[in-house]
């Protein structure tokens, strides 16, 4: 599956921004969706992460309350509504997909596909 990350930009803190992800290539619907991000110097890490079916959801602690995943799978999209912005959320998003079960939808390991980050900017 190919993965196409948009919506990425700059904004002050308190902001909202909307990240989607576009999939083509595979049935879209059989893959759990994530969002990881990427600090300049520092790892990847895991944001959130929807089931296949969509009825289930993971955070990091970090954005709970405040990001929200969601998947149209009729258009073949996952997004990434993120509200409250601060300055620390600045990073390059990811989005990837996994065929592996839902036990640990944290995991980096457990995607195979990724797309090309988008860059969020928050300034302060």
């Known amino acids: 599956v190919q993965l196409q990350a948009s919506g990425g930009g700059l904004v002050q803190a308190g902001g909202s921004l909307k990240l989607s992800c576009a999939a083509s290539?595979?049935?879209?619907?059989?893959?759990?969706m994530a969002w990881f991000r990427q600090a300049p110097g520092k790892e990847r890490d895991f944001v959130a992460a929807?089931?296949?079916?969509?009825?289930?959801?993971s955070y990091a602690d970090s954005v709970k309350g405040r990001f929200t995943i969601s998947r149209d799978n009729a258009k073949n999209t996952v997004y990434l509504q993120m509200n409250s912005l601060k300055p620390e959320d600045t990073a390059a998003y990811f989005c990837?997909?996994?065929?592996?079960?839902?036990?640990?939808?944290?995991?980096?390991?457990?995607?195979?596909?990724w797309g090309q980050g988008t860059q969020v900017t928050v300034s302060s």
């Open positions: 929807i089931k296949w079916s969509g009825i289930s959801t």
């Open positions: 990837a997909a996994s065929s592996s079960s839902w036990l640990r939808p944290g995991a980096i390991g457990s995607y195979y596909y």
């Open positions: 290539g595979r049935t879209f619907s059989v893959y759990n």
